[in-house]
């Protein structure tokens, strides 16, 4: 081979190299087939995995592969997730179900990528009893697909390329967006805060925190395409900037942020609650586009199980950081995580949970079951709470949570807000839905042509979790 046809050793040029050769193959596949070959990625688990599954949907339109069904599809991936059991035993489920149709189809590629991966037990399993699936890779290496696909075009076997962490940060690939209007923006990666129940910080490495030029120029590029809220992503957004040569806060990125003309909305999580800044609080207050909502996980409401959780805060802790956002904040949406049947959690312990629950009136809050993960230290605590017990609290604990839901949501009726209209109405076409600021959602009567647009809406009728309402016209 000449040196010409070398790949380049740098990133994103090494990428670009590989996208052109993958092209060759996916343009043969194409001929042999009579059709564009197509590809589909089914993505598990939260908005981190969502925004890689763009970007690794922008690197196969770019290659020439269509996006299809599963049913359809000559590529499938799977992007797991792995933060509870429940979700490395669905993907085994899909991925015995895809066996006999790749039987019928050899041609059939399927992938793996994403946390479960960066787990070794669930990639020997895999070497070991799913010989069938092509590729496997992790969390840290999801831009190289195209060169992982040109090493599967060029051989036969399993291709298996998994990193335990990386400090790097590669910039400039092609991503596709899911809505034109609307994107996720990572600012950092990983996480370096060890809660003991929690697999992510062996899954997904070390904290590292993007450059600020790169994300501020991503989002103009973004504002300049149409895109009008964002949504920051990271583990943990308000350590943002730890490690960086310039010095920077997540607050202060913000402002820069917030100054981007045609950005409208600024989402972002999650936040830790033991790094919520003042500074953050007073920006939040004070910039218009931050929306007015803040997931704060709070995971349980007694500081004997905080601590054994190495949350580093206490319950009094976290009660009076809600106090100052209520206090600079009046009207923000609050949301929360909350974990029942953490080992050693007592009734005591789960009371003082819904005790927190009761005087925080979150706006809603996600309810997990414990699950063990491995590796961490909460796995192998002896004091593991039985599920009957588990289980009762947590109906118990859900039950609470949905009536100061309910409650709290009725107290935007009759108002006026403005709406971000997302989509026709997946049950009725003549409706549209949308969202408020704190991402309550909201259906109403409209056309397709005003999605993407920011509206006034009145809420006339809450559902529960959603309204219904009438957009207002001109001069109402
Ligand atoms: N068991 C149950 N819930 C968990 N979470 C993270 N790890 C576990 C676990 N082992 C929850 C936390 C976190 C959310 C994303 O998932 O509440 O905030
Ligand atoms: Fe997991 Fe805790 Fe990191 Fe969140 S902050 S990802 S719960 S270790």
Request: charged share 30%; net charge negative; aromatic share 8%.
């Amino acid at each position: 081979m000449s040196t010409l046809q070398m790949p380049p050793v740098n990133e994103p040029d090494r990428q670009y190299y590989f996208i052109d050769k993958a092209r060759t193959y996916v343009r043969q596949l194409g001929e042999a087939l009579g059709r564009t070959p197509r590809a589909c990625i089914t993505t598990f688990g939260c908005q981190m995995n969502s925004k890689d599954s763009e970007k690794l949907l922008g690197v196969l339109e770019e290659i020439g592969y269509e996006e299809s069904s599963e049913e359809m599809a000559d590529l499938v991936i799977f992007n797991t997730c792995t933060v509870r059991e429940n979700a490395n035993t669905r993907v085994y489920g899909r991925l015995g179900r895809l066996k006999p149709v790749k039987k019928k189809n050899p041609h059939m590629m399927i992938g793996l990528c994403g946390c479960m991966m960066q787990e070794e037990l669930v990639v020997n399993k895999l070497k070991d009893s799913y010989r069938f699936v092509d590729l496997i890779f992790g969390t840290h290496n999801v831009y190289k697909l195209a060169e992982l696909l040109v090493m599967r075009f060029e051989s036969k076997g399993m291709i298996i390329d998994i990193w335990e962490d990386t400090d790097k940060i590669v910039e400039d690939l092609p991503t596709e967006r899911k809505y034109p209007f609307k994107s996720g923006v990572n600012i950092m990666f990983g996480c370096n805060n060890f809660c003991t129940y929690c697999i992510v910080p062996y899954v997904r490495g070390r904290e590292r925190s993007r450059r600020p030029e790169a994300i501020l120029s991503e989002i103009k590029r973004l504002a300049s395409e149409g895109v009008v809220e964002i949504m920051l992503l990271g583990q943990n957004v308000n350590s943002y900037g730890r490690g960086l040569p310039e010095e920077i806060t997540f607050a202060k990125l913000l402002e820069q942020i917030a100054a981007i003309p045609g950005i409208q909305r600024i989402r972002f999580m999650t936040s830790h609650p033991k790094d919520l800044s003042d500074e953050l609080i007073e920006v939040m207050a004070r910039e218009e586009k931050i929306c007015n909502h803040l997931h704060l996980p709070v995971q349980a409401g007694s500081s004997r199980v905080l601590k054994k959780m190495n949350r580093i805060y206490t319950k009094e802790g976290y009660l009076t950081l809600v106090k100052k956002l209520r206090e600079k904040i009046p009207d923000i949406s609050l949301t929360t995580d909350i974990i029942v049947g953490f080992p050693g959690e007592t009734e005591e312990d789960f009371l003082e949970t819904l005790a927190v629950v009761k005087e925080v009136r979150y706006d809603s809050a996600f309810t997990f079951l414990y699950s063990k993960r491995s590796n961490t230290p909460a796995a192998t605590m002896t004091d593991q709470v039985p599920e009957d017990i588990a289980k009762e609290r947590f109906d118990r604990l859900l039950k609470e949570v949905q009536e100061i839901a309910h409650e709290r949501t009725q107290r935007f009726t009759g108002q006026v807000l403005d709406v971000l209209v997302e989509e026709v109405n997946q049950h009725d076409p003549q409706y549209l839905t949308g969202r408020l600021s704190n991402n309550l959602l909201v259906h109403f009567p409209g056309s397709e042509d005003l999605i993407g647009q920011i509206v006034p809406v009145k809420l006339s009728e809450c559902k529960g979790f959603y309204y219904l309402g009438e957009k207002l016209e001109q001069g109402e």
